[in-house]
């Protein structure tokens, strides 16, 4: 079983839709959870960063982190053709108190945004 | 300021071959990382560099691959011999805090690696 799970999609909206990302994750220890988003032949791109559980927002963008049933969500506003990239869940583990910086990721959603 | 930049972008080598990627921090960081991509998977953690130390190596697959970052700059992967499994995307981050906790890694655009 992977550590963490995410839908590759594809994912096809229309201009202006909500969209709702998602990964779910089996490991307790992940305490920093991130949205990373990637677009083609381009390294990935860190989007928001959330700690613990709880929401966070940023312009059309926000996270929520649900600890206790092991998910985490990205929702986009208003949608645009620009969002039309592919996006990775990553997570980040707490052991004994310290704060490891190896990343696990999902494996990705693949988001088009069409006009 | 310069991003986290890798070398080369793309490389096709025959199986059996050895091959040996590069990767530019971010001036200043001291933190690097190693990850690659196989194709319909997820991006997998390979190592992690504080200056020319190895912190974590847990993720290397196997004693083919060989990381190094002498004098805590540049860092290189090579692989040796290539087998048809290293196919992927290389990617390298670097940070600049402790590593954990909020630190936030940059990443390359990757190196794609197709081994014949």
């Known amino acids: 079983q992977k550590e963490v799970e995410q839908d590759p999609g594809p994912l096809s909206v229309p201009e202006g839709a909500i969209v709702s990302l998602n990964c779910t994750y089996s490991?307790?220890?992940?305490?920093?959870f991130m949205w990373y988003r990637q677009y083609s032949r381009k390294g990935p791109e860190l989007l928001m960063y959330t700690y613990s559980s709880g929401n966070k927002e940023d312009g059309r963008f926000t996270a929520q982190v649900d600890k206790s049933s092991k998910y985490i969500s990205l929702f986009i506003r208003d949608s645009q053709p620009s969002d039309s990239a592919t996006y990775l869940c990553?997570?980040?583990?707490?052991?004994?108190?310290?704060?490891?910086?190896?990343?696990?990721f999902g494996q990705g959603t693949i988001l088009t945004v069409h006009p | 300021e310069a991003g986290v930049t890798q070398f080369p972008s793309h490389s096709v080598i025959e199986k059996g071959q050895t091959v040996t990627l590069r990767c530019d921090p971010i001036s200043g960081h001291d933190n690097l990382y190693w990850y690659r991509r196989v194709m319909g998977k997820e991006i997998k953690f390979l190592l992690h560099f504080v200056k020319e130390s190895k912190q974590d190596e847990s993720g290397m697959p196997n004693n083919r691959f060989l990381a190094e970052r002498t004098g805590g700059t540049y860092s290189t992967l090579k692989v040796q011999p290539a087998e048809l499994e290293d196919s992927g995307v290389y990617f390298c981050?670097?940070?600049?805090?402790?590593?954990?906790?909020?630190?936030?890694?940059?990443f390359g655009p990757g190196t794609r690696l197709t081994v014949l």
């Open positions: 981050a670097s940070s600049q805090d402790k590593g954990g906790g909020t630190d936030t890694q940059y």
């Open positions: 490991n307790s220890a992940f305490q920093y």
């Open positions: 990553a997570m980040r583990p707490v052991f004994g108190g310290t704060s490891y910086g190896k990343l696990t």
